[in-house]
């Protein structure tokens, strides 16, 4: 167990909907770092937040957004949801902002179908 | 830019045998590397870190890996696979100058066969 959690597991929509995914980091982590796995684009970095402030952006739709409040949780919200959007989101937390060698620490996924 | 590669989608390997998974980088400065693991429907475990320091890193599990700058490599290793080893392997890096994110390599699937 990583101590990243995330809700929920398991997420079933339609096409044009909009769903929100949480994540709690670990004790402590400050960085919380949101991933897409799919089939045909491997592991994708979406976003990164450090201690509420958004700190690097990755390839992320215009479509989806995030956020982290105050005590630290963060939520991934993805709008007008296509068939594509399809996959698994994965939230990871550190320690540091992105400098150092810190490794960052997985919780065990959304998985996300759009119907 | 950053980037990995995992050259091989699939090794196999019989149990008890040694056992190598490949990843070659690209980063502009010094690199920090990583090895993750993911169990099916389960998230990414942390395996081993090279940041500086001696080129052999041990991590979880009994496993290895070597920091080859010359080659830009940092192959995953094991001297005796077992079947629970069997999962995704992924490789990810980091340039130490910059304040960036991981960049993952696609992955590699494990298979130990009994």
């Known amino acids: 167990d990583s101590g990243v959690t995330q809700t929920p597991k398991h997420l079933i929509t339609a096409t044009g909907q909009r769903v929100t995914l949480r994540c709690s980091p670990r004790?402590?982590?400050?960085?919380v770092y949101w991933y897409q796995q799919s089939l045909d684009q491997g592991l994708q970095f979406l976003i990164q937040?450090?201690?509420?402030?958004?700190?690097a952006k990755g390839n992320i739709l215009e479509r989806f957004s995030a956020q982290q409040f105050p005590d630290l949780h963060s939520e991934l919200n993805l709008s007008s949801l296509e068939l594509g959007d399809s996959a698994l989101y994965f939230c990871?937390?550190?320690?540091?902002?992105?400098?150092?060698?810190?490794?960052?620490?997985f919780g065990p996924g959304t998985r996300l179908t759009v119907l | 830019a950053q980037s990995v590669a995992q050259p091989e989608d699939q090794v196999n390997v019989a149990e008890g045998n040694p056992l190598t998974v490949k990843c070659t980088y690209s980063v502009s400065g010094n690199p920090y590397l990583f090895w993750y693991v993911q169990y099916p429907n389960r998230g990414l475990q942390f395996l081993l870190k090279y940041i500086t320091g001696d080129n052999l890193v041990k991590g979880s599990y009994g496993f290895e890996a070597e920091f080859n700058k010359s080659q830009t490599s940092f192959h995953l290793k094991k001297p005796s696979a077992l079947v629970s080893d069997s999962a995704l392997y992924f490789c990810?890096?980091?340039?130490?100058?910059?304040?960036?994110?991981?960049?993952f390599g696609s992955g590699t699937r494990l298979q130990v066969q009994p």
């Open positions: 004790s402590g982590d400050l960085s």
């Open positions: 990871a937390s550190s320690v540091s902002a992105g400098t150092g060698g810190y490794e960052q620490f």
């Open positions: 990810a890096v980091r340039d130490s100058a910059g304040r960036r994110a991981l960049t």
């Open positions: 937040y450090y201690n509420g402030e958004e700190r």
